[in-house]
């Protein structure tokens, strides 16, 4: 095969799959009166602080300033560095600050996409085009595409996990590290890293170094805050105000996909409901499937599991401070286990998040979801 029919597999599938997702959510956006084409469409709340820390940089003070309580932490250090620090080369260029967080998310989504396929995907006939579509419109997959750091999150994480096959510890750990640079749950990426090491090697360095570099993401993050805002801890104070403490997981879970069973209920909320039951499905299923073929040799089974579980269980854990339809978008390595499924299981999983994605694509340019 020659190099442009090799460029060409390697990059118009996932490049079919980025156009066929783009289409879907300009449509969702068509149909409740917004222009998915504008940057501004893609703008929700927290979206603003980031661009805010590309633009101007980190804050941290009383929330007194703005009629808030003395006692709690306001500002932007809830929110990780990557993804503004990505913007600030297109912003110094001369990009609008919503542009550029537009086209960085959204090539972060095309370079999972790339990075899915090439690494994982490319030889596995039916089922890895089927995988490769369900990875576009997995649960949360708007924000792949919103001023948000999902994508880049999501590409990090992939690369760790391709990195770990290739028992290329390091590199794991660095890309394990971008995760926790770039989202605030990021650094769980660190146990999946260890585990399969170890488990691949029986040995502890290679487990340090993969999940070790990974957690020098978060750490990094807090030596910035120190540096920069006087405060190591900011991130959490800033946080705490909108969390509640821990929480019992089974009832966190439950109150979210409550309305899903409830007819009287908003149908928006429903559909956020039927988002969370879609991925506990999908953990359960990823999770038999793995048990099912463990005789079978697999080098990402063990990543994927862990990956697939601490991202899911870990929002729960936390309670409803946490916006779980942002949160799933992380628990994407599942589909790295759902792939040895057959193509009629993986084609109507295929439809019905496709169904999803809509939906939940309407709700989030309508502001329902921020």
């Given amino acids: ?73 306001c500002g932007n250090a809830a929110w990780f560095p990557l993804y503004p620090w990505m913007l600030k080369p297109l912003i110094a260029f001369g990009a609008a600050p919503a542009t550029a967080g537009a086209w960085v998310a959204g090539l972060g989504a095309l370079g999972m996409l790339v990075a899915l396929w090439n690494g994982f995907l490319r030889r596995r006939g039916v089922r890895g085009w089927l995988v490769l579509g369900m990875a576009a419109v997995f649960p949360g997959a708007v924000y792949q ?107 966190a879970f439950l109150g979210v996909v409550g309305p899903t069973f409830d007819a009287g209920s908003d149908p928006r909320a429903r559909t956020v409901g039927a988002q969370t039951l879609t991925v506990a499905a999908l953990v359960l299923l990823g999770i038999g499937t793995a048990v099912a073929t463990r005789r079978r040799p697999s080098p990402i089974r063990s990543w994927a599991a862990v990956s697939a579980v601490v991202f899911w269980v870990f929002p729960l854990v936390v ?6 339809y942002r949160s799933e978008a992380l628990v994407l390595p599942v589909l790295l286990l759902l792939i040895e499924l057959p193509a009629w299981v993986l084609g109507p999983l295929l439809i019905w998040l496709v169904v999803l994605a809509e939906g939940m694509g309407r709700l989030f340019f309508t502001g329902y979801l921020v």
């Fill in 145 to 251: 595409h919103a001023i948000f750091p999902t994508s880049l999150a999501l590409l990090c994480l992939l690369l760790a996990g391709f990195f770990i096959v290739r028992e290329r510890w390091a590199l794991a750990g660095v890309f394990g590290a971008g995760v926790a640079l770039s989202y605030v749950t990021g650094v769980l990426v660190a146990a999946p890293n260890a585990v399969a090491a170890f488990l691949r090697t029986r040995g502890l360095r290679p487990a340090v170094v993969a999940g070790g570099l990974a957690v020098c993401g978060l750490l990094l993050v807090l030596v910035l805050h120190q540096v920069l805002l006087g405060h190591w801890d900011a991130f959490y104070w800033v946080h705490r105000k909108g969390l509640h403490g821990m929480a019992r997981p089974v009832d």
């Fill in 1 to 73: 095969m020659n190099r442009g029919l090799r460029a060409g597999a390697a990059v118009l599938p996932p490049l079919g799959a980025f156009i066929a997702v783009r289409i879907l959510f300009s449509e969702a956006a068509a149909a409740v009166g917004f222009d998915a084409s504008r940057a501004a469409s893609w703008f929700r709340w927290d979206s603003g602080h980031y661009l805010a820390i590309a633009t101007t940089g980190y804050e941290y003070f009383s929330c007194a300033r703005i009629g808030g309580r003395p006692g709690d932490v």
């Fill in 319 to 324: 309670g409803r401070g946490v916006s779980l």
